[in-house]
């Protein structure tokens, strides 16, 4: 009788360490599955985000280029003293203005977009807020007839050619850093490479010299 008894209370354990053990595996495979639900939704979070992102992205560059069409600017200037500026995609003049005694043959933008420098027949350059065209500031560049200008990526250097010399000048408060000797005439064109370290220069003598910045 008693091995009877011992044999069914171990049949009922069994019983029940096996129920246990079914529920508990049960709860696992619900767990697993919850968690492999919460991590594919973190997936779709995710996808939705990125693209959600790369939306406004391309919206943005959407604007900028309709900004860019509907406002693309050009200036322009003249030997009666005027400096212009004009929406180039319709052609009508946004604001003018006169530069005293000084007839304007060089123009340059300033690579944030907010300044445009005016070289002189009398060897100054003005800067001018591209707004209204409004005088901000002067510089004299001592180089006679201003024939052609350049100005540093970074926009702290500006090349200045004229019918005296060719200088190059810090923009902020004019000072000369270098003066480029070596043409035989005057320099007619001058341009900056795209890092800032070098500046060429083309001359009427025909030749076309590179300078290294070494100034600062």
Request: glycine share 6%.
């Amino acid at each position: 009788f008693v091995f009877v008894v011992v044999e069914v209370v171990v049949i009922v354990l069994v019983i029940v360490l096996v129920y246990l053990l079914l529920w508990l595996l049960f709860f696992l495979f619900v767990l697993l599955f919850l968690c492999f639900l919460f991590f594919l939704l973190f997936l779709l979070l995710l996808f939705f985000l990125l693209v959600l992102f790369f939306l406004l992205l391309l919206f943005f560059l959407f604007l900028l280029l309709l900004l860019f069409l509907l406002f693309l600017l050009l200036i322009s200037s003249s030997v009666d003293k005027t400096v212009k500026l004009w929406n180039a995609k319709t052609y009508q003049e946004i604001a003018s203005t006169e530069l005293e005694g000084n007839a304007v043959n060089a123009l340059l933008w300033h690579p944030e977009g907010r300044k445009i420098f005016a070289g002189t027949v009398s060897g100054k350059i003005v800067a001018l807020d591209v707004n209204n065209l409004a005088k901000i500031s002067e510089i004299n560049s001592n180089c006679g007839n201003i024939l052609s200008m350049a100005l540093s990526p970074d926009g702290q250097y500006l090349a200045v050619s004229g019918t005296k010399k060719a200088s190059l000048l810090s923009i902020t408060d004019g000072k000369q850093w270098m003066e480029l000797n070596g043409h035989n005439g005057s320099i007619n064109a001058l341009a900056f490479s795209l890092n800032g370290k070098f500046l060429v220069s083309g001359g009427q003598d025909g030749a076309i010299k590179m300078w290294y910045r070494d100034w600062e």
